[in-house]
């Protein structure tokens, strides 16, 4: 390894400024796929963030004994979907909707409002089959009027959140396959421009693996440094962002470094890629 390392080394020396031509590459190659990165990851964030207010509305007939009303409670709580219950009653469901509408306020009458029991759904269990389920199981209480929960706006989110994630997804595959295209790209040119040196190696009996072994490590270091800076540029695209547009969220550490890491990979596969296919030819 300290060999394949000095190899890296010389090859940057020998060449600064198509080593340096490449790493820009590198890092705006990826800097697209990070900006189309930050967008789903704030996509998605938006969407988690409305899909928060999927709640369930039993309604409950007058009349309701509040010993009943608290034994369905404690029920419904138990259910493993669920993540709150609490009940509202009528003067509560009054002032909020007073409070939300304030130009009706004077025709609202806490008389026509019934009391109800107001569930949320844990995280994961918001999809309509779930929701469905849920609201089946608490219609089944006598004292229970009616439960609405928006079946069809429940439906249109997660039909919106499934097509963003394929859509997040097969645009980050194709964002990645471009940037392996670039980055073996570059690594063709360190080849060629390195064939004479190649060819003596062979000449003294180097194999394919001793030659390719230092173009791998070159595409995974630049990979690695194209990476980092392609994390800058979208730290600072985003922050400019939220400094002048709209609030985004970034990545998270985690997040960020497998990104880091996941250009060197992207470097790794494009290096192997471009040697493997230009070795043959010098």
Do not use: C
Not at 149 to 173: F, P, Q, T
């Amino acid at each position: 390894m300290r060999l394949t390392f000095r190899e890296v080394m010389l090859g940057v020396r020998r060449s600064p400024l198509l080593s340096t031509l490449s790493v820009v590459t590198i890092a705006f190659s990826l800097f697209a796929f990070g900006l189309f990165g930050l967008l789903v990851l704030n996509v998605d964030r938006a969407l988690r963030g409305v899909e928060e207010h999927v709640e369930i509305v039993a309604f409950l007939a007058d009349g309701t004994l509040p010993e009943a009303v608290s034994a369905a409670m404690g029920d419904i709580s138990a259910f493993p979907e669920v993540a709150l219950v609490q009940q509202v009653s009528p003067e509560q469901a009054l002032a909020r909707a007073r409070a939300e509408l304030p130009e009706f306020q004077d025709v609202f009458d806490a008389s026509f409002l019934p009391p109800s029991i107001e569930v949320r759904l844990k995280e994961g269990h918001r999809d309509p089959v779930s929701v469905k389920d849920v609201t089946q199981r608490i219609q089944t209480y006598p004292f229970v009027d009616d439960v609405r929960y928006g079946e069809d706006w429940v439906k249109k989110l997660y039909d919106i959140r499934n097509i963003a994630g394929a859509a997040g997804i097969a645009l980050g595959l194709l964002f990645a396959a471009v940037a392996v295209i670039i980055i073996g790209t570059t690594i063709r040119m360190t080849v060629l421009a390195r064939s004479r040196e190649i060819s003596i190696m062979r000449l003294v009996g180097a194999t394919d693996g001793f030659v390719r072994r230092p173009f791998l490590v070159d595409g995974f270091l630049k990979g690695l440094v194209g990476g980092l800076l392609a994390l800058l540029l979208t730290w600072g695209a985003s922050s400019v962002i939220s400094h002048n547009l709209i609030q985004t969220s970034f990545f998270d550490p985690g997040i960020a470094t497998l990104g880091v890491i996941g250009g060197g990979i992207i470097g790794l596969l494009g290096s192997a890629l471009s040697v493997g296919r230009h070795l043959r030819r010098v």
